[in-house]
């Protein structure tokens, strides 16, 4: 079964849907803490740690390998929950080589475009790779086509490393990627609630509402 990933940093929205008993985990990056309103990582992805209970990926903002392995050691000793999200670049892959040999090794592989990057942050050691949808869509490219070959590859080669979809845009990307076998989706909140919502359930609710209410007071 597909796991769902909330894509944001804002603690209110994350208390909202684990509320809803369907949230897995969250993911975060530097631009959604900052759209959150905060410039503590480390205190903001551990409010989110306490909330899901569940997988959290918090990204570095060092370019170099040696960077990235640095902060990576910080964010992955937070908690047992958390992951480190790391670009699909060439000091990206030194790093994932190097994370994934530990034993908290807890990699989000981000920023990927094709199926040759995800191949190769798998080969690396990658737990996850982020396959940014949306971000295609909006060039003109294929996005969702992108989720479907890296699915055939990973099943192909029987790597471990989980497919994740992200960068979803609307709920018929959630649909496409089910369908793509995602592992795991990740989604702004306003995409998770419309993935609840239907003009017809409404006006279904308010029908069998009202033919209770005719009943009861006759």
């Given at each position: 079964?597909?796991r769902?990933?909330l894509?944001t940093?804002?603690?209110?929205?994350?208390?909202?849907?684990?509320r809803?008993?369907?949230?897995?985990?969250?993911?975060?990056n530097?631009?959604?803490?900052?759209?959150?309103?905060?410039?503590?990582?480390?205190?903001?992805?551990?409010?989110?740690?306490?909330?899901?209970?569940?997988?959290?990926?918090?990204?570095?903002?060092?370019?170099?390998?040696?960077?990235?392995?640095?902060?990576?050691?910080?964010?992955l000793?937070w908690?047992?929950?958390?992951?480190?999200?790391?670009?699909?670049?060439?000091?990206?892959?030194?790093?994932?080589?190097?994370?994934?040999?530990?034993?908290?090794?807890?990699?989000n592989?981000?920023?990927?475009?094709?199926?040759?990057?995800?191949?190769?942050?798998?080969k690396?050691?990658?737990?996850?790779?982020?396959i940014?949808?949306?971000r295609m869509?909006?060039?003109?490219?294929?996005?969702?086509?992108?989720?479907?070959q890296?699915?055939d590859?990973?099943?192909?080669?029987?790597?471990?490393?989980?497919?994740?979809?992200?960068?979803?845009?609307h709920?018929?990307?959630?649909?496409?990627?089910?369908?793509?076998?995602?592992?795991?989706?990740?989604?702004?909140?306003?995409?998770?609630?419309k993935?609840?919502?239907?003009?017809?359930?409404?006006?279904?609710?308010?029908?069998?509402?009202?033919?209770?209410?005719k009943?009861?007071?006759?």
């Amino acid at each position: 079964m597909a796991r769902l990933f909330l894509d944001t940093a804002n603690v209110e929205e994350i208390r909202e849907a684990t509320r809803w008993g369907i949230l897995d985990g969250v993911t975060t990056n530097p631009t959604l803490m900052m759209r959150a309103g905060t410039a503590d990582l480390k205190a903001n992805t551990l409010k989110i740690v306490d909330l899901v209970q569940g997988p959290v990926s918090a990204e570095v903002v060092a370019t170099d390998a040696g960077g990235m392995i640095e902060e990576a050691r910080k964010i992955l000793s937070w908690s047992e929950h958390v992951f480190v999200k790391i670009p699909c670049t060439a000091e990206g892959l030194k790093a994932i080589r190097e994370i994934s040999t530990w034993p908290n090794g807890r990699v989000n592989a981000t920023l990927i475009f094709s199926p040759t990057q995800a191949y190769l942050v798998a080969k690396a050691g990658a737990s996850y790779a982020s396959i940014f949808v949306g971000r295609m869509d909006d060039a003109g490219l294929d996005g969702m086509e992108v989720v479907r070959q890296t699915r055939d590859i990973f099943d192909n080669y029987g790597f471990h490393c989980q497919l994740l979809a992200a960068s979803i845009r609307h709920t018929a990307h959630v649909v496409d990627a089910l369908l793509a076998g995602a592992d795991i989706i990740t989604l702004p909140f306003g995409v998770l609630q419309k993935m609840i919502r239907s003009p017809f359930t409404d006006v279904g609710l308010e029908r069998f509402l009202a033919d209770w209410e005719k009943v009861a007071g006759g």
